[in-house]
């Protein structure tokens, strides 16, 4: 079986995480005698992109386009360090947040020229694209309203900055309809558990 790569996108809340860890179980299950599901994150999922998650989401100002490069930076570790070996294991890597996420903050939250995403995008991951990537999809005060403690700093941005986060990621749905599928996750758990099911079974990976 062929490696493949399942991003978890969203905004603030939106469930990835514990969706993620349903995700990972139930594809254990399915496939788990074939090949590794392994689940990792951006920022955050290397030695390095640890680091330079303490600095985007708890260190002080950073400059937008210091920000960018920073996701960057963290990414082209991640890409090259864990996500390409484990796909040329024959792994699948579920991953909580990839480019689309620099596409929807940096870009339609921060105001970033998309150009220069693309491009940066591209030099992180060397061309490498998701095989699918779930949106999901909640409104902006609901994700919020979820968050446990003091909020970090691209959380604290104000609910504006987190609607054209929002916008961003529909625009992207909208425009890679092949790749993103919108998933409705204001409902319970296992409502939005069971449509990420349907998502991944849809695409006849196996
Ligand atoms: N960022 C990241 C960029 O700006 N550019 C980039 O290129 C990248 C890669 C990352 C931050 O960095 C930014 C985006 C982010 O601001 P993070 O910690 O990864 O920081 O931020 P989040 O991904 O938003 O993490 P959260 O933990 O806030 O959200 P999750 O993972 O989507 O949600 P989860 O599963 O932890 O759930 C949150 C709470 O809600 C409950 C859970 O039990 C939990 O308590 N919950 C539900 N409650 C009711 N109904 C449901 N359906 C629920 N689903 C979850």
Redesign the pocket.
């Known amino acids: 079986m062929s490696g493949r790569l399942i991003v ?1 996108e ?12 349903r995700s990972q179980a139930w594809l254990i299950q399915k496939i788990g005698n074939k090949c590794a599901v392994i689940a990792t ?4 999922g290397t030695d390095l992109g640890k680091q330079l ?1 303490t600095l ?2 708890h260190g002080d100002s950073i400059v937008e386009r210091a ?2 490069l920073l ?2 930076a ?2 082209a570790q991640h890409i090259d360090t864990v996500i390409r070996p484990a796909l040329a294991a024959g792994s699948w890597v579920l991953c ?11 870009g339609a ?2 105001g970033l020229d998309r150009e220069l995403i693309a491009q940066l995008n591209a030099i992180a991951t060397g061309g490498l694209t998701s095989d699918l990537t779930l949106w ?1 999809d ?1 409104p902006v005060e ?2 919020l309203s ?3 403690g003091k909020g ?4 604290a941005a104000d609910l504006a900055f987190h609607e054209r ?1 929002r916008g961003g990621f529909a625009e992207l749905a909208v425009a890679e309809p092949e790749r993103i599928v919108r998933i409705e ?5 296992d ?2 558990e069971q449509q990420i099911q349907e998502a991944i079974a849809a695409k006849g990976f196996w």
């Not at 969203?10 to 860890?21: L, R």
């Not at 994150?41 to 955050?44: H, L, N, S």
């Open positions: 978890f969203g905004g603030e809340g939106a469930g990835k995480t514990t969706q993620i860890e994150r951006e920022p955050g998650r985007l989401l920000e960018l996701f960057a963290d990414r909580d947040r990839f480019t689309d996420s620099t596409w929807a903050y940096q939250g921060r999901l909640v609901v994700g979820r968050r446990q970090d700093r691209i959380e986060v996750a204001n409902g319970s758990l409502q939005v």
